[in-house]
């Protein structure tokens, strides 16, 4: 089945340096479509951005991120941190079908600190 | 715009016992779901709905029962609570998949089995 796997665990970061959360993702479907979801502290999972074009950069709110089906990743990514984006991310994955099904990873919990 | 309501936001069971969570969408979304979080361990996805009296299992299907009686609610029944569980179940709803394929979720249900 589809699976999807982000970088481990918890990423501790100092305001202003960069941000990189990694996602890479296994499935059949040759048009998948990917997620990244964000959860702040005491909130639901919401969407951050999302893509189905390969080598297409799509941003949102500040982070980017870029399909590439040659390496089947899906990396988010911000050039500098702020203390507001400590949150849970998950990257997830369609297969682009009518029920909408998502495979999340584990999520990736980012820590940013002054 | 619309809401996902779920009911109770805490529940506090006792270990065999059956207990039941409800989720409202009025959203006017055909597809309904339940995931499961835990931390480190991501959203896995418990059932799912795509349309009224419909059930698919997801990963996650084993000890949990779900109905779908209306368009707008899917309810989750754990048909035997364990012992020392503590997890939070989501509730999310979409429109039909594809690019359009976002979730949307609701606040939460707190389990703890004493």
């Known amino acids: 089945g589809d699976s999807v796997t982000q970088t481990e665990g918890l990423v501790t970061l100092t305001e202003g340096l960069p941000v990189m959360l990694n996602c890479t993702y296994q499935?059949?479907?040759?048009?998948?479509?990917l997620f990244w979801y964000v959860q702040h502290l005491n909130e639901s999972p919401r969407l951050l951005l999302k893509?189905?074009?390969?080598?297409k950069r799509t941003e949102h709110q500040g982070f980017h991120a870029t399909l590439h089906k040659s390496s089947s990743s899906f990396h988010l990514q911000k050039s500098s941190a702020q203390l507001s984006d400590s949150a849970l991310y998950y990257c997830?994955?369609?297969?682009?079908?009518?029920?909408?099904?998502?495979?999340f990873g584990k999520g990736t919990k980012l820590s940013v600190k002054s | 715009g619309g809401i996902i309501t779920q009911t109770p936001k805490f529940l506090i069971g006792q270990e065999g016992q059956k207990l039941t969570l409800k989720c409202q969408q009025n959203?006017?979304?055909?597809?309904m779901y339940w995931y499961r979080q835990d931390s480190g361990k991501g959203l896995r996805l418990i059932y799912y709905?795509?349309?009224?009296?419909?059930?698919q299992k997801g990963d996650l299907s084993e000890g949990y029962d779900a109905s779908r009686e209306k368009k707008s609610s899917f309810s989750l029944t754990v048909t035997s609570a364990q012992k020392n569980e503590m997890a939070v179940f989501l509730c999310?709803?979409?429109?039909?998949?594809?690019?359009?394929?976002?979730?949307?979720f609701g606040p939460g249900t707190r389990l703890t089995v004493l």
């Open positions: 999310a709803s979409s429109s039909p998949g594809g690019i359009y394929a976002e979730q949307f």
């Open positions: 499935t059949i479907y040759s048009n998948p479509f």
């Open positions: 893509s189905f074009t390969d080598n």
């Open positions: 997830a994955l369609s297969d682009g079908g009518s029920n909408a099904k998502l495979t």
């Open positions: 959203f006017n979304h055909d597809t």
């Open positions: 709905s795509i349309t009224e009296n419909d059930l």
